[in-house]
């Protein structure tokens, strides 16, 4: 596909947004975040977006439930409990922001269980999303350029306006 070899060899980030978008009307800005320092990276970007439209962001952590073996006691007991998983989501997601330390813009934060681009795309039909701000992690070397596994699936259930952070940008 053109589009995502043309993607993969930008080097900025890309905005890409439907005819019927308006930048005045941008109220919620969803931003997914595996925790990683590429997402952090992200999330200041989603925030100063955020500043500038006078939004609100919905930082959302999805916790991947794909089928896994446990190899450990300690393993076995986190998968177990929805409660100590989300509680430990919950305080990994506090941590994160207060490393990112994003300027002040009010911030939701959300956790879901799932295939990760499934909840993306589900959360931003549920939250109606203005603005989708999603860290590539792909590669763009190779016959098949990537955007990274997960932003290719979200980007073929999404309809909603869409920047794509590379990650190291």
């Known amino acids: 596909d053109w589009t995502r070899a ?6 900025a980030p890309l905005f890409i947004a439907n ?6 009307a941008v109220e919620t800005i969803l ?13 200041r970007h989603a925030t100063e977006l955020a500043d500038g439209y006078d939004a609100s962001v919905v930082l959302l952590h999805v916790i991947d439930t794909s089928p896994y073996v446990a190899l450990t006691p ?13 509680h430990r989501a919950h305080r990994r997601l506090q941590q ?16 879901a269980f799932g295939e990760p ?3 993306i795309a589900h959360a931003v039909t549920e939250q109606a999303v203005d603005l989708l701000v999603l860290a590539s992690h792909g590669a763009g070397d190779g016959p098949e350029p990537s955007l990274g596994p ?10 909603c306006p869409t920047i794509l952070v590379r990650a190291g940008d």
Do not use: K
């Not at 043309?6 to 080097?11: H, K, R, T």
């Not at 932003?151 to 999404?158: E, F, G, N």
């Open 150 to 159: 997960v932003a290719d699936r979200v980007l073929r259930r999404v309809a």
């Open 117 to 119: 681009a499934d909840c």
């Open 96 to 111: 994160f922001l207060r490393v990112a330390q994003p300027p002040d813009v009010p911030i939701q934060t959300r956790i």
């Open 31 to 43: 931003v997914p975040t595996d925790l990683s320092d590429e997402s952090m990276h992200t999330l």
């Open 6 to 11: 043309l993607v993969a060899e930008l080097d």
């Open 19 to 24: 005819e019927a978008a308006r930048p005045d």
């Open 74 to 86: 300690v393993d076995r007991l986190s998968l177990g409990s929805t409660t100590l998983t989300e």
